[in-house]
């Protein structure tokens, strides 16, 4: 059954006659998703301090925001930190999409969250989003004594698009060895090309559709051979085994969740720690949606304990 509360918002979305994302353009899209959050998502949690930073990468500046928690309590100078990636299927998002979450997050879970504002499609394609994600691990290491952070206690996250792109980057990383300290992926797309049941069962009428994914990896791929490029669909990544534990959390009413199901599965049997939680009566975006669906605030108390698990603090 579908949660009575998901239910509601999506009726309240058909009413106000929002278009499908497919039918707008990138920019439209844009703009209809920056609008929507004001309804759905919880007032902002305070924090200690918000830096808006940049750095350069492939000949342009890349914006991230950090959050910083009051840190009580923690017996170390060096702070635990979360690199997060919104989601928006690689084509809308941005820093502020996301920053009632990413401030929830560095509030409850004591740690530094800094937001990458990831170049997106059609004006960028793969594999620049993949690329940008591991320059940001990449320079959060390097910047880690300026910002305060533990080196050692850097993971990565994201939401959809954004967790396809944490669980990519996480093979990318390893494969040079900056293995992260952890990886939270929110209903990732690991697949560019889904042939799975809960694609065909949930593709229609719950607001994510199949029309919408093919729009949108239209807009980040350069043609249908990218999706066979593991920096696009990690679940063909030749091998899972030395990666970041993981929490992956899925919806059941999400045309993604077997993807989801598949990619912990995957990591389990390459022997690496991960837990795996399906909302069976949520849907796809549901996480941002706390302001009207309670069990988007569960699955943030959720993100918290795991996050705080890994980077060594008390739950």
Known sequence: MLDPQAQALMQLMADRGMPPVYTQTPEQARASYRERRGFSQPAPAEVARVQDMSFSHAGVRIAVRVYHPTLQGLSSGAAPALLYLHGGGWTVGDLDTHDVLCRSLCREAQGVVVALDYRMGPEHKFPAAYEDAVAAYQWLLTQAVALGLDPQKIAIGGDSAGGNLAAAACLGLRDVGLT????????????????????????????????????????????????????????LASSHANLPAALVLTAGFDPLRDEGLMYADALSQAGVPAQYICFERQIHGFITMGRVIQEANTAVALCVHALRTAWGLSV
Not at 186 to 213: A, F, H, R, V, W
């Open 180 to 235: 992260p300290a952890f990886q939270l992926l929110i209903y990732p797309s690991t697949m560019m090309q889904p042939t799975t049941q809960s694609y065909q069962d949930n593709g229609q009428g719950y607001m994510l559709t199949k029309e919408s994914m093919a729009w949108y990896a239209g807009n980040y791929l350069r043609s249908s051979e990218d999706a066979q490029d593991w920096r696009a669909s990690p679940q």
